[in-house]
């Protein structure tokens, strides 16, 4: 059934490629059963209608609401009957693992995302990786098939911290970067009196186990492999049909406020001035022009102006936000380091120059995938698409791997979808690419499993 879709999409020499992985894991996922389980989910948060096919809505699932939590009990009942052991930790995070052949004490290689959804959000992000990885265990257990290692999946509790507002929360918890009672007090944006801590035990999703990686008192992790939907258009605009994910940019924000002099617009000569709206439109203006050079991104996403900004004066001082990004830390810095000494010219010269102001309020460091997992995607996808198909990202957005990859070794697959569009009702990726993705992690995950043994990656 896999062959099948594909050769309803994929050229010939691809679908030949497609159809020899069994050369790999000799092992085919169910192209369409991984569709139908993902469509079937979907009932459960299901917003947004766009046309008259039956799956042609978009979700609304919101972290720990009653449709979070049916999917959730679905999604146990599911892993169970495959003989999976659940493990829920105390943010919810749900672990299911399946013994390897060794019998080994190791920490298992999980395949982890989300099933939490934005309020007008689609049918792919974060749910298409979990449900992909249902499909691996599903495919390898119809199949008899044993990994060396434990292997499993893991449901991310609050990824897109629509809700409870803080993204990719519980990772960031079980990675020891966010506090565990300020990520179990964060409140309903709509409803001051629920915390996700109550609503864990609400749905009785509060675990036994702590959220942390550390093996005294948690949940840790042999490695973390995350299938996801691109979000943005290159894989679809290149043409290619699997995005190996190197690693996520680095970012830094930057908040800077342009100081003038409020004045007359109709008696103030230009030269006189000190006009901190204009100094601030070519300030963001010359942040485009740095970044292109650097090939790096920058924006500005806030503009602020005093309330009591009026058409015939001049504003007494501006406030705006720089967002700068870039896969390599030193060229996030190098863009800043450059607009702050552009912006210092800029300051000076109309009229009689306005005073600028800056604060660093964020600093994320660009993170690098680990080279094992990164060669397990690697190989699976050339062997799946062939090298002509298959191309090196780097993650635009914050995923639950970003959090993993600091403790333990991590890679992510990007899939397309159609026109890059996400968090977004219509967002959408063809039964093709879901299928052509499943079948990289399945691969991935057995060519690290493998990998596991021979180098000793425990
Ligand atoms: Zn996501």
Not at 61 to 77: E, F, N, P
Not at 143 to 160: A, K, P, S
Request: aromatic share 6%.
């Amino acid at each position: 059934m896999f062959g099948r879709t594909i050769a309803r999409q994929l050229s010939p020499t691809a679908l030949r490629r497609s159809l020899s992985t069994s050369a790999g894991s000799g092992l085919q996922i169910n192209s369409d059963r991984l569709l139908e389980t993902l469509h079937h989910t979907c009932q459960w948060g299901a917003a947004h209608r766009y046309g008259d096919g039956p799956t042609e809505t978009g979700m609304a699932r919101l972290c720990l609401t009653d449709d979070d939590a049916k999917v959730r009990r679905w999604l146990r009942d599911e892993v169970e009957k495959l003989g999976c052991t659940v493990t829920i930790d105390q943010m919810g995070n749900m672990f299911a693992r399946q013994q390897g052949s060794l019998g080994s004490p190791a920490s298992m290689t999980a395949m982890g995302s989300h099933l939490d959804t934005q309020p007008r959000g689609g049918r792919y992000d974060g749910i298409l990786g979990v449900i992909a990885a249902l499909e691996v265990l599903r495919t390898m257990q119809e199949n008899g098939f044993r990994t060396n290692y434990d292997i499993g999946l893991v449901n991310w509790t609050n990824e897109e911290g629509a809700r409870f507002p803080k993204s990719m929360c519980s990772s960031g918890v079980w990675a020891g970067a966010i506090p565990v009672e300020s990520a179990w007090g964060l409140t309903d944006i709509f409803n001051p009196a629920v915390t996700l801590r109550s609503e864990l035990e609400r749905h009785g999703f509060f675990g036994q186990v702590a959220c942390s990686h550390d093996p005294a008192t948690g949940y840790p992790l042999g490695a973390h492999f995350e299938l996801h939907i691109e979000q943005g258009p290159i894989l679809e605009e290149a043409g290619k049909s699997v995005g190996v994910v190197r690693g996520a940019q680095g970012y830094r924000w930057l908040t800077i406020t342009v100081a003038g002099r409020d004045a007359h617009t109709g008696t103030t000569p230009l030269a006189a001035r000190r006009d901190p709206l204009l100094a601030a439109s070519k300030m963001i203006v010359a942040s485009n022009t740095v970044a292109k050079k650097y090939g790096a991104l920058a924006s500005t996403g806030v503009l602020k102006l005093p309330r009591s900004s009026s058409t015939n004066t001049v504003a007494s001082d501006v406030t705006f936000t720089l967002d700068i990004r870039h896969p390599q830390d030193r060229i996030v810095r190098a863009v800043q380091d450059e607009c702050l000494q552009t912006f210092a010219d800029i300051a000076r010269e109309d009229g009689k120059g306005v005073s600028f102001d800056w604060t660093l309020d964020t600093d994320s460091a660009a993170v690098e995938f680990d080279e094992n997992c990164l060669r397990a995607v690697q190989d699976a996808a050339t062997h799946l698409v062939g090298a002509d198909k298959l191309m090196e990202v780097t993650s635009g957005a914050g995923h639950d791997s970003v959090y993993t990859s600091r403790h333990c070794p991590t890679a992510m697959i990007f899939v397309p979808c159609k026109e890059g569009v996400s968090h977004h009702p219509e967002e959408y990726c063809s039964p093709t690419d879901c299928s052509l993705g499943t079948q990289t992690l399945l691969e991935a995950v057995v060519n690290y499993d493998r990998m596991r043994g021979e180098q000793g990656l425990l």
